[in-house]
C-alpha cells in the first residue's frame, strides 16, 4: 500500500527526514510514534504529496505521489494535524464541498456525505456551522471529510490532540471501527493509544526510523514481560534443555561464545526466573557469569530509543 | 471542470462570508457614485464623465483588490486549510485558476451597480441619451476587466508567497501604485522621449480613457492579459513550492 525508499527531507541546512524506507501493507495498521520534532509530521506530509522530498520516492498502491499527485491523493484519505477546516461554513456545506473536489460523482454525493457523517456521528449536526462546534466535533468533521473519497489509505496526524479524555475515547473507538476497512497510518506521541489502536508501530527519531516492529513483538519485548539474558559455562544441550524445562519459561535462544561460555535469551512470563536459574546454577555447579532482566515498558523504550541510548533493529 | 466550480463557488462564498468585502463594497459604491456625481455636475459632456467614472473605477482598484486577494492563499496558509486543499485530489493550477476566478467575479459584481450610474442620468436627462455611446462604455468595462484580472493575478501571487495578509495586501498595493502613478505622471513630468513613450504604454489612466472614448488598442489587451497569465503562472510556482 506504501512504499516509501529512501525518503529525505532538508529544510535549509537541518535535516528534517533522513534516509527513511519502510514499506506498509494492505489492511496495516501502523502508529507513527516520535517526541515532538522528530519528523512525524514531515514524513506524512511527504506521504501526501503536500512537501516535495530532497531524496526518494513515495508509491501510494502503486502510484508514485510526486510523478502521479493527484492519482495518488484519490487513494489517500489525510487528516492534519490540527484538523484545519474552513470555520465559517456549516458542516453539511464543508462536507459537499469536499466531496465535489475529491471528485464523488453527483449521483452517489448526497448518500456518500450521509453515510460519513453518521459513521463519525455527525447525523445532527448538518446545520451547524464549523467554528461553533467543539474540538472533539470538529476532529470529527476532519475525519469524516478524510473518509468522503472512501480512500484506501488513511493517514491521520495525531487524531487525539488536545482532546477530553472521554473525546480520546471515542475518537479511539472510531479509529478500531475505521481500521477494519482501510489501512491506516497513524501518528501519536501517545504510547498507550500506539498499543491499543495499531498492529504495528514505527518509532521515529530526529528524522530517522529507529525502530519497526510488530505491536505484540514489541509488547512480549517491552512491556512486563522479562527477557532475561544469562552466561553460563558448560554443555549447551544440557543447559538449554534444564533452562525450557523450568516453570514459566517461554522461549529459550542460544548463542555460544568464545571460551566454552553460552549466551542465553530467555523469556518467560513469571517474573523470578533470575533467582530459579541462580539456585539452579548452584545446584548443578554450573559458572554464571551474567544474569540479566531486561524488562522494559515502551514508554522506558520509547524514551531510551528517542534519547538516542539505545538501537532496535531496524526491519 | 466541477471541481473548479466547486472551489470557485467556495471562493465566492468566502467573500461574502467576510464582512470585509462588504465594507469594500460600500466603499467603492460610495466613491464611484461620489465621483461619478461630481463628473457629471462639473463636466456637462458626459462622455468625459464617463472616462472619469472609469479613472475613479481604477482609483479603487487600487484600494479594493489588494484587500480582496490578500486572503486567498495567506489565510488558508495560516489557518492550515492549505494543506487540506492541497492533499486532496486536486491540480494546483485548478485552484489557481478557480480563486482568481472567484475574486474577478465578486469585483465584476461589484462593478455592476456602476452601470445604473448611466441608467439614471438617462431617465432624468433623456435629451444626454444620444451623447452616450454604448462603444465606449462597453469599452471603458472590458479595460476595467482587464486590469481587474491582471492586478487580481498579482495579488493572488503576493497571498501565496505569505502567510501575512497585510503584507500581501501592501506588496499588491505598492506593485499597482508604481504602475498607477508611474503611468499617470512620468510622461507629463520627464523631458526624455522615451520614458514618455514607455511611461505612455503602461499608463491604466491611459488606457482606460482611450477605452472609454471608444478607441479599440490591441497592445492594451496584449499587454494585460499576458501580466495576467504571468502572475497566474508565478502563482502556481509559489503554490505548488509551499515552502
Known sequence: MIEVKNLTKNFSGHTAVDDISFEVKRGEIIGFLGPNGAGKTTTMRMLTGFFHPTRGSVKIAGVDVFDQPVEARRHIGYMPESCPLYLDMRVDEYLTFRAQIKGVPSRTLRARRNAVKEQCGLTDTGRRIIGQLSKGYKQRVGLADSLLHDPDLLILDEPTAGLDPNQIREVRELIRQLAKRHTLLLSTHILPEAEMACQRIMIINKGRLVASDSTQNLQKRLLGDSLVTADILGDPAKIGAILKGMDGVDRVEHATLEGGWNHYRIDSAAQNVRSKIFDCAVSKGWKLRELHLECRSLEDVFVAITRGDAELEVN | ?243
Not at chain 2, 485530489?89 to 456602476?114: D, I, N, Q, R
Not at chain 2, 445604473?116 to 462604455?137: F, H, K, N, Q, S
Not at chain 2, 472614448?213 to 499576458?226: C, E, K, Q, W
Open chain 2, 1 to 243: 471542470m466541477r471541481t473548479f466550480f466547486a472551489l470557485w463557488k467556495r471562493e465566492l462564498s468566502a467573500l461574502f462570508l467576510s464582512p470585509i468585502a462588504y465594507v469594500m463594497l460600500m466603499f467603492f459604491l460610495l466613491v464611484t457614485g461620489c465621483g461619478f456625481y461630481w463628473l457629471v455636475k462639473e463636466n456637462l459632456e458626459l462622455t468625459r464623465a464617463v472616462q472619469g467614472l472609469m479613472v475613479v473605477i481604477w482609483f479603487c482598484m487600487l484600494i479594493v483588490l489588494p484587500i480582496l486577494t490578500m486572503r486567498t492563499f495567506a489565510e488558508e496558509r495560516k489557518s492550515g486549510t492549505f494543506e487540506t486543499m492541497l492533499t486532496a485530489p486536486v491540480h494546483e493550477s485548478c485552484v489557481v485558476f478557480a480563486k482568481f476566478a472567484g475574486v474577478l467575479t465578486f469585483f465584476l459584481m461589484m462593478c455592476a451597480p456602476t452601470l445604473l450610474y448611466l441608467l439614471i442620468v438617462r431617465y432624468l436627462a433623456p435629451e444626454t441619451a444620444m451623447l452616450l455611446d454604448l462603444g465606449p462604455i462597453v469599452g471603458g468595462y472590458w479595460v476595467v476587466g482587464l486590469i481587474a484580472s491582471a492586478f487580481i493575478a498579482l495579488g493572488l501571487l503576493a497571498s501565496a508567497m505569505t502567510s501575512n495578509q497585510i503584507i500581501a495586501a501592501i506588496s499588491t498595493f505598492s506593485i499597482m501604485s508604481v504602475i498607477f502613478f508611474g503611468g499617470l505622471f512620468e510622461p507629463h513630468l520627464s523631458k526624455n522621449p522615451m520614458v514618455r513613450d514607455v511611461g505612455g504604454y503602461l499608463s491604466s489612466a491611459l488606457h482606460l480613457m482611450e477605452a472609454a472614448r471608444g478607441i479599440f488598442d490591441s497592445r492594451t489587451i496584449v499587454l494585460y492579459l499576458s501580466l495576467t497569465c504571468f502572475f497566474l503562472f508565478g502563482t502556481i510556482k509559489a503554490v505548488e513550492a509551499r515552502r
